[in-house]
């Protein structure tokens, strides 16, 4: 039943991105201060987006996109956000404004396209924040109300561009998670059935198209090819141009430098490590000591080198909802490092706890094919 429940608000989070206010559609001055402020947030220039910001509250007081734009520079600022109490709750708080604008603006469950997506925005938020901080019923709740705001947005894929990212990652995810979760098949008769071509097809167009769903396209559909596709040379194309759009993300920087080294384009990824590598804080330890150990391992068969980086990030924490997967990176490598040492036991046994870990597809299947 847990399972269940965490993949009805887990799935339905991983739909929800940025709101695509309609009346600001309309506003071309205000539109485009909605996308400087978060090209501003997403290159953690935070001082710049709240410039922006003002020009859209100041035209627009009390509007739910203030409260989302609020929101969204307390989720980057202090990422992850879930482990600090007193900024999770700010942005909690943020988040019912936005609610509270909404029900006052447009009326208790309405059906203006704009409501519901602030509305799906605001509850999907919520329930990721509640997800992480493993208050399940919380989360459960708040899943639940995001999905009643996403069966109305579903009648508005054709109405906007921004929809493409939405539609797209629910005919991905709709079809690959019960492949990877077998105990939610039988809640899957309650959905529509999906499409996982056309869902890379429609994401891939929302990084093109969309305006405000432009960075979370690319950041998402990178992320599918990484864990799911396992065609890291797809994904390098979308984290490339992350980067090149926002070079100040270390996020971003870290995806890409990760894509990089899956896709075996080992000098593009050192120079970006180096930059990594500056940040010193946070989740980002882990991860680019994993990154330093595959290139000793891949680029300069260095198998001592690299299970010594290999031993220091399985001693670095991980964040489960970032940086996890680095530690069954680090697994995997210790294992082909023993087991190129002749040390099969000792393989099997890293493979074991990679397995513990792994949530990518081509990790999963290197760790079950070892015998």
């Known amino acids: 039943m847990q399972n269940?429940?965490?993949f009805l608000f887990l799935f339905l989070l991983t739909l929800c991105s940025l709101p695509a206010p309609a009346q600001l559609l309309n506003d071309p001055a205000s539109l485009k201060h909605v996308q400087q402020s978060l090209d501003k947030i997403y290159n953690y220039e935070f001082e710049e987006a709240e410039v922006f910001m003002h020009q859209v509250q100041k035209k627009y007081p009390n509007h739910p996109v203030s409260y989302i734009l609020d929101s969204f520079v307390l989720f980057w600022k202090h990422l992850p956000i879930k482990d600090n109490p007193t900024k999770s709750k700010e942005y909690i708080h943020k988040l019912d404004q936005c609610l509270e604008a909404i029900?006052?603006?447009y009326g208790k469950n309405s059906l203006d396209p704009e409501a519901v997506f602030y509305t799906m925005v605001a509850r999907g938020y919520m329930a990721m924040m509640y997800n992480y901080k493993g208050e399940m019923m919380n989360a459960a709740g708040e899943g639940k109300k995001a999905y009643n705001a996403f069966v109305e947005g579903l009648k508005l894929i054709n109405k906007n561009p921004e929809f493409?990212?939405?539609?797209?990652?629910?005919?991905?995810y709709v079809e690959v998670y019960p492949e990877e979760h077998s105990m939610v098949k039988p809640l899957m008769l309650f959905f529509k059935s999906g499409d996982k071509a056309l869902g890379l097809k429609q994401i891939d167009n929302a990084t093109k198209v969309g305006t405000i769903t432009r960075a979370e396209a690319n950041f998402y559909i990178s992320h599918i090819y990484l864990k799911y596709e396992s065609r890291p040379d797809k994904a390098v194309y979308y984290t490339d141009r992350l980067i090149d759009l926002y070079p100040k993300n270390p996020l971003?920087?870290?995806k890409n430098v990760e894509s990089l080294i899956l896709a075996a384009k080992y000098e593009q990824a050192s120079k970006e490590l180096a930059m990594l590598k500056k940040h010193t804080q946070g989740f980002y330890p882990v991860a680019w000591r994993t990154f330093q150990g595959l290139l000793h391992e891949k680029h300069e068969k260095d198998d001592a080198a690299a299970q010594r980086e290999y031993l220091l990030a399985l001693k670095t924490p991980h964040d489960d909802q970032y940086t996890k997967e680095y530690h069954?990176?680090?697994y995997a490598g210790l294992a082909r490092v023993a087991s190129r040492a002749g040390n099969k036991g000792k393989a099997k046994d890293y493979y074991k706890k990679c397995l513990g870990k792994a949530e990518y597809r081509s990790l999963i299947k290197e760790a079950k094919a070892f015998k």
Do not use: E
């Not at 493409?164 to 991905?172: I, L």
């Open 4 to 6: 269940t429940l965490r």
């Open 103 to 105: 029900n006052k603006k």
């Open 164 to 172: 493409y990212f939405t539609s797209g990652m629910y005919n991905y």
């Open 252 to 254: 971003f920087l870290m």
């Open 328 to 330: 069954a990176m680090a």
